[in-house]
């Protein structure tokens, strides 16, 4: 079954220390990736996507990830962590088994960050 | 630039009503996307629609059905509501084509099922 596994539901880390949000998908192809962000109460904010090319993507707020296809993962990391950056993290892919414009988002990592 | 907007932002509904969502796309998108977030999950895709017409669907009932406009905006009305309906309902807007993956998300609107 296609599916999304982000496998780590809460991660709590210092502030100013290093963060990394793994994540890995099920599918033959290589799909297209997406990492969003979700503060309590918002919406969405799409942080950075890969969709070919090279395998290091820089997204917003400081936060790059990680595309590796021997091991299906697409981990977001961020050097230097903020008290600001506590939210849920979401990872998504799409372009799977044409399936037009559907995303599939994994269950989410729920970052605390300690000060 | 307006971004995605949604209405109403909160919405308390009981069991058997029905309910109708809107969403204005971020200007110059032209695809609309509709996603359910139940408490502690992450966003299921409900469908999409360009063109004024459904071009994908996800693993929801016929209860659930949408509507896009001439201007791209779009409704998502669910009827016969039940308990389990009670979630955060996302909009999305895209471009056609495979930029339709690069969606933007509106805030949401949160449906209570009493």
């Known amino acids: 079954a296609q599916s999304v596994t982000q496998p780590d539901i809460h991660i709590t880390v210092s502030e100013g220390a290093s963060l990394e949000l793994r994540c890995n998908y099920s599918?033959?192809?290589?799909?297209?990736l997406f990492w969003y962000v979700q503060s309590p109460g918002q919406g969405l904010q799409l942080l950075l996507k890969?969709?070919?090319?090279?395998?290091l993507v820089q997204g917003i707020k400081g936060f790059e990830a990680e595309f590796k296809r021997s091991q299906s993962s697409f981990n977001l990391r961020k050097p230097c962590v903020h008290w600001s950056d506590a939210a849920e993290y979401f990872c998504?892919?799409?372009?799977?088994?044409?399936?037009?414009?559907?995303?599939?988002f994994g269950q989410g990592t729920e970052l605390s960050v300690k000060p | 630039d307006a971004g995605v907007t949604q209405s109403p932002t909160h919405l308390i509904k009981t069991r058997g009503q029905q309910v109708t969502l809107r969403c204005s796309p971020k200007s110059g998108h032209d695809t609309v996307s509709w996603y359910q977030q139940a408490l502690g999950q992450g966003p299921q895709f409900i469908f999409q629609?360009?063109?004024?017409?459904?071009?994908q669907r996800g693993n929801f009932p016929d209860r659930f059905s949408g509507h896009q406009f001439p201007n791209y905006s779009s409704e998502l009305n669910v009827n016969a509501l039940l308990l389990g309906d009670s979630a955060l309902y996302l909009c999305?807007?895209?471009?056609?084509?495979?930029?339709?993956?690069?969606?933007?998300f509106g805030p949401g609107t949160r449906l209570t099922v009493t």
């Open positions: 629609y360009y063109e004024e017409e459904e071009r």
């Open positions: 890969y969709f070919s090319g090279d395998t």
């Open positions: 998504a892919v799409g372009g799977v088994y044409n399936q037009g414009g559907k995303l599939i």
């Open positions: 599918y033959g192809a290589t799909p297209y």
């Open positions: 999305a807007s895209s471009l056609v084509g495979t930029a339709s993956y690069e969606q933007y």
